[in-house]
């Protein structure tokens, strides 16, 4: 099928990550691996893609329509990424605007970030029910829900019901669709873009002898939390810093401070944007050469792999203190 092969980091930009290396016919770019020590040399076609991601099945509309609907956006914003690798380019206004968009759902469209929000959903989902078996009156309505219901009477007693539910945790487990968790983020992509188009942007080259690198998860958002810092949400947080690297020489820096729309990066930029790169990748980092110094990188924070999605501690009290959710809360501190 010619939808089926779904790339949720678009094949067109990594492309701009490969080159032709020797013995080799087509381009191709360094795959490393967080959960193994052997880079190896793969497609654009074939890396960063799961087949039917993207397929739908909802009345009145396509299987295929959501992927057409990524690729026509890709088609608007391949362009304008190209001449931003041109010397001397700027973030024009019209760009900025549809360059946000394409951003906010690349973000969102990620198999890292349906993860994310099927951890936050689990979470939300057992401190509600825990609520429910708390309070006598919501308890019993759910109990009548409940039965209404059940064709058949239930094997268990209400008592016993409301006894497992205090303990929600240890006696039920919270399990979603694919295509919830896969689609639900992308209602955040409004929120995220008017957060992108108030920042400030800058493309920053880099010096001869540095590359920026990319990833299975390329858009990278860092921001002040307490006295450290956090990765992954956090797009309205006064301190976020987001990087995107559009090649191997340029890279896309927005803030809310650094007011200069193009710069010539120094090699310590480099070596943090791409340190920040490895940290933020679900498992997947991409280059357009072999390097031990990726190589030792990808390893010095391959632990990362094993980190929990979300301070679930936080996000109860949040719930607690009823504060209103954040678009994007931000995944737990990996460094």
Same mark, same amino acid.
């Given at each position: 099928m010619?939808?089926?092969?779904?790339? #949720?980091?678009?094949?067109? !930009?990594?492309?701009?990550?490969?080159?032709?290396?020797?013995?080799?016919?087509t381009?191709?770019?360094?795959?490393?691996?967080?959960? @193994?020590?052997?880079?190896?040399?793969q @497609?654009?076609?074939?890396?960063?893609?799961?087949?039917?991601?993207?397929?739908?099945?909802?009345?009145?509309?396509?299987?295929?329509?959501?992927e057409?609907?990524?690729?026509?956006?890709?088609?608007?914003v *391949?362009?304008?990424? *190209?001449?931003?690798?041109?010397?001397?380019? +700027?973030p024009?206004?019209?760009?900025?605007?549809?360059?946000?968009?394409?951003? *906010? /759902? /690349?973000?969102? +469209?990620?198999?890292?970030? %349906?993860?994310?929000?099927?951890? &936050?959903?689990?979470?939300?989902?057992?401190?509600?029910?825990?609520?429910?078996?708390?309070?006598?009156?919501? #308890?019993?309505?759910?109990?009548?829900?409940?039965l209404?219901?059940?064709?058949?009477?239930?094997?268990?007693?209400?008592?016993?019901?409301?006894?497992?539910?205090?303990?929600?945790?240890?006696?039920?487990?919270?399990?979603?669709?694919?295509?919830?968790?896969?689609?639900?983020?992308?209602? !955040?992509?409004?929120?995220?873009?008017?957060?992108?188009?108030? &920042?400030?942007?800058?493309?920053?080259?880099?010096?001869k002898?540095?590359n920026?690198?990319?990833?299975?998860?390329?858009? $990278?958002v860092?921001?002040?939390?307490?006295?450290?810092?956090?990765?992954?949400?956090g #797009?309205?947080?006064?301190? %976020?810093?987001?990087?995107?690297?559009?090649?191997?020489?340029?890279?896309?820096?927005?803030?809310?401070?650094? +007011?200069?729309? %193009?710069?010539?990066?120094?090699?310590?930029?480099v070596?943090?944007?791409?340190?920040? &790169?490895?940290i933020?990748?679900?498992?997947?980092?991409? *280059?357009?050469?072999?390097?031990?110094?990726?190589?030792?990188?990808?390893?010095?924070?391959?632990?990362?792999?094993?980190?929990?999605? /979300?301070?679930? %501690?936080e $996000?109860?009290?949040? &719930?607690?203190?009823?504060?209103?959710?954040?678009?994007?809360?931000?995944?737990?501190?990996?460094?």
């Amino acid at each position: 099928m010619k939808y089926k092969n779904n790339h #949720f980091v678009p094949e067109f !930009y990594l492309k701009s990550f490969s080159v032709i290396h020797r013995g080799d016919r087509t381009p191709k770019l360094w795959a490393y691996d967080k959960e @193994s020590e052997e880079p190896r040399k793969q @497609s654009p076609k074939n890396t960063a893609n799961i087949n039917n991601l993207y397929t739908v099945s909802a009345p009145g509309v396509a299987s295929t329509d959501l992927e057409i609907a990524f690729g026509k956006q890709e088609s608007g914003v *391949a362009p304008i990424l *190209a001449k931003w690798q041109k010397p001397g380019a +700027r973030p024009e206004v019209d760009e900025i605007s549809e360059v946000a968009y394409f951003l *906010a /759902l /690349l973000h969102l +469209r990620n198999p890292k970030s %349906a993860k994310f929000f099927e951890a &936050m959903a689990e979470v939300i989902g057992a401190e509600r029910a825990k609520a429910i078996a708390s309070d006598d009156v919501r #308890f019993d309505k759910f109990w009548q829900w409940f039965l209404a219901k059940e064709t058949e009477p239930p094997r268990i007693t209400k008592e016993h019901f409301r006894k497992l539910a205090f303990n929600f945790d240890e006696n039920f487990t919270i399990k979603f669709d694919t295509k919830y968790t896969t689609l639900s983020p992308l209602a !955040y992509a409004d929120a995220i873009n008017n957060e992108l188009k108030k &920042m400030c942007w800058c493309l920053c080259s880099a010096p001869k002898e540095r590359n920026f690198i990319t990833s299975d998860f390329p858009v $990278v958002v860092r921001f002040g939390k307490g006295k450290n810092f956090a990765f992954g949400g956090g #797009f309205g947080h006064p301190t %976020a810093q987001v990087t995107f690297p559009i090649s191997p020489k340029v890279c896309l820096y927005l803030s809310r401070t650094y +007011r200069r729309k %193009a710069v010539l990066a120094d090699s310590s930029f480099v070596k943090e944007a791409n340190r920040r &790169m490895v940290i933020n990748a679900e498992r997947y980092i991409f *280059a357009s050469q072999l390097s031990e110094g990726i190589e030792k990188l990808v390893k010095k924070y391959s632990y990362t792999r094993q980190l929990p999605r /979300l301070d679930k %501690a936080e $996000v109860i009290e949040n &719930m607690r203190k009823r504060k209103p959710q954040q678009s994007h809360p931000s995944l737990s501190k990996p460094d």
